[in-house]
């Protein structure tokens, strides 16, 4: 049983670009959140897709959105790129519903130069 | 807001130490607490967890219990391994209406284990 998987695992992309981070979420979850973790800090949750609709936002500009498909596997986008998003992209599935584990990726790494 | 405040780091202990790393909460309602470690180079793995006051998590000799009245949930083994070198972060989920929101998580605590 795979579990959550997001791809690309590193990548390095110029000011002003645009990127897609992509993952698929654990076998049978149907909730993706997307967290930003900056070097030496803590998850920062970014938001929450569930049934295809983003149901809860982090404190995040409107430069980052987000995708779900039908099949629950999820992106996320960050135009714009600033050298402060620079930060280890991790995903995190679940069923929706109280009480139920959350379990992540193992993060896409993303440079800004 | 929610808020996680946990032990700064980094820690360093000898094989077989004792290890307690704290982490206190601030939150609007009832949460459910948790530890996750991290080891370098990895994503977050789940370590433990407590939904409710008075719950004990338990997993790999971590212990950490669900202190209300202390707004605690400190993360104890009794003797350390190299192999739990990583970082842990301490987390906290406030579950409204039947949904999965966010995860709040602390700073997080490099802890080193020398042989």
């Known amino acids: 049983d795979a579990g959550v998987t997001q791809s690309p695992t590193h990548l390095i992309k110029t000011r002003g670009q645009q990127v897609t981070l992509r993952c698929s979420p654990k076998?049978?979850?149907?909730?993706v959140s997307w967290y930003q973790q900056a070097l030496g800090q803590g998850p920062q949750f970014i938001f929450q897709?569930?049934?295809?609709?983003?149901?809860q936002r982090g404190n995040f500009p409107d430069r980052f959105s987000g995708h779900q498909y039908p099949n629950y596997s999820s992106e996320l986008n960050v135009n714009a790129l600033l050298l402060g998003d620079s930060a280890l992209y991790l995903c995190?599935?679940?069923?929706?519903?109280?009480?139920?584990?959350?379990?992540f990726g193992e993060g896409s790494w993303l440079t800004v130069v | 807001g929610n808020s996680v405040t946990q032990m700064e780091g980094p820690v360093t202990l000898s094989e077989e130490a004792f290890l307690t790393i704290n982490c206190t909460y601030t939150?609007?309602?009832?949460?459910?607490l948790f530890w996750y470690v991290q080891y370098p180079g990895e994503g977050l793995q789940l370590l433990l967890k407590?939904?409710?006051?008075?719950d004990k998590g338990s997993n790999k000799g971590f212990e950490a219990t669900y202190r209300k009245e202390t707004t605690s949930f400190h993360l104890e083994k009794g003797s350390v391994q190299v192999s739990d070198s990583a970082v842990y972060f301490c987390?906290?989920?406030?579950?409204?209406?039947?949904?999965?929101?966010?995860?709040?998580f602390g700073k997080g605590t490099l802890l080193t284990v020398n042989p």
């Open positions: 995190a599935s679940s069923l929706q519903g109280a009480g139920n584990t959350i379990y």
């Open positions: 076998s049978g979850h149907d909730t």
């Open positions: 897709y569930y049934e295809e609709e983003e149901r």
């Open positions: 939150a609007t309602g009832y949460p459910s």
């Open positions: 407590a939904t409710k006051a008075d």
């Open positions: 987390a906290l989920i406030l579950n409204s209406g039947g949904s999965n929101y966010k995860l709040t």
